[in-house]
T-cell receptor, first 114, second 113 residues
Framework: NAGVTQTPKFQVLKTGQSMTLQCAQDMNHEYMSWYRQDPGMGLRLIHYSVGAGITDQGEVPNGYNVSRSTTEDFPLRLLSAAPSQTSVYFC?????????????FGEGSRLTVL | QQQVKQSPQSLIVQKGGISIINCAYENTAFDYFPWYQQFPGKGPALLIAIRPDVSEKKEGRFTISFNKSAKQFSLHIMDSQPGDSATYFCAAVASGSARQLTFGSGTQLTVLP
């Protein structure tokens, strides 16, 4: 099993450009989420999904869109990148239907917006 | 608004020493408190977790101490090793919150050989 796979690992964008960060998991997990990690801020939840076709907003959703058409994939879209979106993005998934379920994280996508 | 406050921001410990990382929370609805460990270039990984109905949980060299009345919990790493050098995040989640973990700001631990 590959676990949670994120692509790309590194990306540089110009302000106003759009892009999609890809996330795929092969563990048949129903729950998937996106976090951003910034120095001194820990990890903050952007969006999450409890199953195919169901998504919801987290703590910092502005400027990001998500969709969940399959159990395996959960892409994160930046519609018009801003320098404030420079960050490391982590996708995570969980098999458990309870709040104690372990989150399995990908290795991250480092995004720089100029 | 940070609901989980973590300290210190960085910590340097000699090999064999005890590393202590503290967290405090505000939301009394939190009822599950995991700790995640992150190595450079990697994603966080679950290290150990505790529920508030126990005051302590130990797994090998790692122990969580929990003080419900003070709304504080801490991670103790006994006999710290250079391989423990990583960033540690405390987190909290409430029942019914669809696994919306609230993370602390992280502690960068360096264990000197």
């Amino acid at each position: 099993n590959a676990g949670v796979t994120q692509t790309p690992k590194f990306q540089v964008l110009k302000t106003g450009q759009s892009m999609t960060l890809q996330c795929a998991q092969d563990m048949n997990h129903e729950y998937m989420s996106w976090y951003r990690q910034d120095p001194g801020m820990g990890l903050r939840l952007i969006h999450y999904s409890v199953g195919a076709g169901i998504t919801d907003q987290g703590e910092v959703p502005n400027g990001y869109n998500v969709s969940r058409s399959t159990t395996e994939d959960f892409p994160l879209r930046l519609l018009s990148a801003a320098p404030s979106q420079t960050s490391v993005y982590f996708c995570a998934s969980s098999y458990s239907d309870t709040n104690t379920g372990e989150l399995f994280f990908g290795e991250g996508s480092r995004l720089t917006v100029l | 608004q940070q609901q989980v406050k973590q300290s210190p921001q960085s910590l340097i410990v000699q090999k064999g020493g005890i590393s202590i990382i503290n967290c405090a929370y505000e939301n009394t609805a939190f009822d599950y408190f995991p700790w995640y460990q992150q190595f450079p270039g990697k994603g966080p990984a679950l290290l150990i977790a505790i529920r508030p109905d126990v005051s302590e949980k130990k797994e090998g060299r790692f122990t969580i101490s929990f003080n419900k009345s003070a709304k504080q919990f801490s991670l103790h790493i006994m006999d710290s090793q250079p391989g423990d050098s990583a960033t540690y995040f405390c987190a909290a989640v409430a029942s019914g919150s669809a696994r919306q973990l609230t993370f602390g700001s992280g502690t960068q631990l360096t264990v000197l050989p």
